[in-house]
């Protein structure tokens, strides 16, 4: 029995090691600035706590194996308490690897929540409804112009949805759109907002996740590196259409940006 | 304290009742009242599963029509996620390892005729069985039962209008969430002055089997956690009920107003999670005293370190309120705390790991006998460390930023404080069904179990990692509307599968069950040589626990192979030994 557990415990550990390493399924492709400090510390993390993983199971595996019963030919049971010098050695080997490595990731998540954006930054106000994602850019003024709950129409969508106070002027030139679309490398502005319930903000190739919370106005940054289409899901469960609550993140130079913009502002007049 | 250790222990006796009602269903006996908790959980273990099973065939079939169900609709398949939830943390986790095998060798193993307080203890059951069986009630009103999660977070769960679920169905489920917290809070209170008050002449604290360390300290956590649980609930149905707005701001749902002004979302889930950490604790720390027991029983030696895995415990309990925010870091609330919630979340692995060394070094040197119960010892190790080792993933707010909300969250969390705290269950129910109920259950059958379940388990949630690290979100009933989710479904119809053979393979479990308490061997007193009080007792044990003796404690729990002992196990209540500290 126990040679069966060793070859079960080792087999499995074999097994799943196989596709962590060979990287079969692995995180999306990161296309933010921040993306190769976060797989940084995913892939550091990932060895530490793979090789604790593989140790462990290996040395369980050998030892219920080593120290089966075998009858009279049986070894002696060591008969022993513990080791002190032995817990204590664990505990700092185990205190310093954990805080260690909680204390090495923490400029990057510094630099990803703690400061501002830059002032040159893209914003974007990001607004979250059962099921949808609607995004809002200033326009030429740099202001967002009001909304009021009143005035909002879901069924409508666009402008509507959100319930912009069309009467403010600094309404005049927000344009409101389906799809997110930024220049890249360029820092981008989220102001996260939602109607009814919780969503998450979520764009796994920007590595990029909020939570946007009805009644805050949740001031968030990244920096996208690669042009292309980047899918956009909510990460938090909003009600029935959690699953189908899904949006795209087109990240274009500078000068697509600019022509979008011009075309989408053209359009409000 | 020995003098009134005995004054408290006579004033708790009890006549034997007459009559089937106050003997098995009124019962005052802690045996009875802990068979009670474990069939519950039993009963609604299959409810949970039953359950997890619809949605697995949901998600790899979404178009398929299926038996009772017909379509499963999105708010459907949510529905299942809700409940499943629900039911095995509260009804499954919370209630066998603590309310079963707790209340029933608790008092036998430190030597109490029963716990502190018999009718708190049969109340405490009652209302938690009360509580299963509103929450049962959600499924059958209009609407049905809730979508918003075992988490519940507001505004969701708190507007009738986000959703189908969320009228009648969602107040049965806060309702039933508070008497069960009634419930334990009872419960809690007679385990803590039980464990105080009750331990027999010599049965010092640091004498006590782990077994009990355990369940002291879970009952402390459940004492502070399930209060404010409790408030969050009564608050929560005020806000759908009253027109209060402790947990919603102005929204609109649709474009309509509801009414609602100026209340914090994130309020719910300070005081959920402030209840929601401790919970995992209350879950897996008995566990983790079954699996220290069990290793030195069946290693034939002394447990390594106990004074170490006493203070683990202590440390595990007491840090594990410090963590709630772990769960927090993409919730909006202030980056700055999540330093603190981090560190702290990781320190929690420190005492973890401290655990799992000396289980392995309780094995080392030992002479291992593969018994079913030491097969899920071994397995929850095993499970332990899978388990625990994704932890300090989510416990960076850096990458927690592209984990958290992804499969790689119910891979963590039902390897540890599921199926571990599961395999815990099972684990205790071969060791101590020959105590119960006089008969040993079939080996062969245990051995099958045990290998469907360990070998599945694995097939289950390993995958879930990699669908997690690829960006696959939870609590989605269909793959189809996102693009990159389509190359993962191969994975998730791999799960599927496996569910199906890990789900039978427990149906062995229930066979020998009910197969060996009619049938099985006729068990000894001590049929595994170990050394702890309800093995001094006859089995099943009277009335009384000891039959009007009362057992006087010499020795330490895990006296194994002593050197110069005339056998290889010294009974907690033989002659001291001099080399036991």
């Known amino acids: ?269 | 304290m020995a003098t009134h250790e005995f004054a408290a222990q006579e004033s708790h006796a009890h006549a034997a009742p007459q009559g089937f009602i106050r003997k098995w269903v009124f019962s005052l006996d802690h045996k009875v009242i802990g068979l009670q908790y474990y069939f519950l959980a039993l009963a609604a273990v299959f409810v949970g599963m039953f359950l997890s099973l619809l949605m697995r065939i949901h998600l790899i079939w979404p178009t398929a029509t299926l038996p009772l169900l017909g379509d499963i609709k999105p708010e459907t398949y949510l529905t299942l996620v809700t409940m499943h939830g629900t039911i095995m943390v509260f009804f499954v986790l919370t209630t066998a390892p603590q309310g079963g095998f707790g209340n029933y060798f608790l008092p036998i193993q430190i030597g109490a005729p029963d716990m502190a307080f018999p009718v708190l203890n049969m109340l405490s059951f009652w209302t938690t069985f009360l509580g299963f069986v509103v929450m049962i009630a959600a499924f059958f009103v209009a609407g049905g039962a809730p979508l918003h999660g075992w988490t519940g977070y507001a505004p969701l769960s708190a507007l009738q209008s986000a959703g189908p679920g969320e009228g009648l169905g969602a107040d049965l489920w806060i309702i039933s969430i508070a008497i069960f917290c009634i419930g334990a809070l009872m419960g809690a209170l007679n385990f803590i002055t039980t464990t105080l008050d009750m331990r027999a002449k010599g049965m010092t604290m640091m004498r006590m089997p782990l077994t009990c360390w355990a369940w002291f300290v879970t009952a402390i956590l459940g004492l502070l956690a399930f209060g404010v649980l409790l408030s969050g609930g009564i608050l929560l149905l005020m806000d759908r009920n009253l027109g209060t707005s402790f947990f919603v701001p102005l929204v609109t749902i649709n474009g309509q107003l509801t009414g609602h002004r100026g209340g914090s979302p994130l309020l719910w889930q300070h005081l959920f999670w402030f209840f929601g950490h401790p919970e995992v604790y209350i879950a897996i720390l008995p566990a983790m005293g079954m699996c220290s027991q069990l290793l030195s029983v069946f290693s034939r030696k002394p447990i390594f370190g106990y004074k170490a895995m006493v203070y683990a415990i202590m440390a595990i309990g007491f840090l594990g309120f410090m963590v709630w925010g772990h769960h927090m870091f993409m919730s909006g609330m202030s980056p700055y705390t999540a330093f603190a919630f981090s560190i702290m979340t990781m320190a929690i692995g420190v005492p973890s790991a401290i655990k799992t060394f000396n289980w392995l070094g309780t094995l080392w040197g030992g002479r291992i006998r593969f018994t079913s119960p030491m097969l899920f010892a071994i397995g929850f190790v095993s499970l332990f460390v899978v388990g625990g080792i994704s932890g300090p993933f989510l416990a960076q707010p850096v990458l927690d930023i592209q984990l958290h909300d992804t499969y790689f969250v119910p891979a963590h969390f039902h390897l540890i404080m599921g199926v571990a705290s599961i395999f815990g269950i099972f684990a205790a129910t071969y060791y101590w069904f020959p105590k119960m109920f006089g008969r040993m259950m079939n080996e062969t059958l245990a051995l099958w179990h045990f290998l469907f379940s360990f070998i599945g388990t694995y097939a289950i949630f390993m995958p879930m990692h990699y669908l997690g690290m690829a960006g696959m979100p939870r609590r989605y009933s269909q793959l189809t509307e996102v693009a990159y989710l389509h190359n993962l479904i191969p994975l998730q119809k791999f799960i599927t599968y496996a569910a199906f053979v890990t789900i039978a393979g427990q149906l062995i479990f229930v066979v020998n069950l009910f197969w060996s308490m009619f049938k099985g061997k006729k068990a000894s007193d001590n049929p595994w040589e170990a050394t702890t009080l309800e093995w001094t007792t006859a089995t099943p044990p009277p009335h009384d626990n000891f039959g009007g003796r009362t057992p006087v404690v010499h020795n330490g729990p895990y006296e194994y192979s002593v050197p110069g002992a005339p056998r290889d196990y010294v009974m907690q209540s033989d002659p001291e030994i001099k080399s036991a500290h």
């Open chain 1, 1 to 269: 029995m126990g040679l069966i557990l060793l070859i079960i415990i080792w087999l499995i550990t074999l097994v799943s090691t196989y596709f962590f390493v060979a990287k079969t399924w692995w995180l999306p492709v990161g296309a933010s600035a921040a993306a190769p400090g976060i797989d940084h510390h995913f892939t550091v993390t990932f060895i530490l706590m793979g090789v604790v993983f593989v140790v462990a199971q290996l040395a369980l595996g050998y030892l219920v194996w080593l120290y089966r019963e075998r009858g009279s030919s049986s070894s002696k049971v060591t008969y022993s308490h513990g080791n002190t010098t032995m817990e204590i050695a664990w505990t700092v080997l185990t205190t310093i690897l954990f805080v260690g490595l909680n204390l090495a990731s923490s400029s990057i998540w510094a630099s990803e929540r703690f400061r501002p954006a830059e002032a040159n930054a893209v914003r974007v106000e990001v607004t979250g409804m059962q099921f949808a994602w609607y995004f809002r850019y200033p326009g030429p003024d740099g202001q967002f112009g009001a909304t009021k709950p009143e005035l909002e129409d879901a069924s409508a969508g666009g402008e509507a949805a959100l319930g912009l106070d069309t009467k403010d002027p600094a309404s005049k030139d927000d344009v409101v759109t389906g799809t997110m679309v930024v220049p890249v490398n360029r820092e981008v502005e989220v102001i996260l907002r939602a109607h009814d319930v919780i969503h998450s903000f979520f764009i796994p190739t920007m590595r990029f996740k909020q939570d946007a919370v009805p009644g805050l106005a949740i001031h968030m940054h990244f920096t996208p590196v690669q042009t292309g289409d980047n899918e956009i899901l909510c990460a938090e469960l909003c009600g029935l259409g959690h699953y189908k609550m899904h949006g795209m993140l087109k990240v274009v130079s500078q000068q697509e940006f600019d022509k979008w913009m011009a075309e989408r502002e053209a359009e409000k007049q």
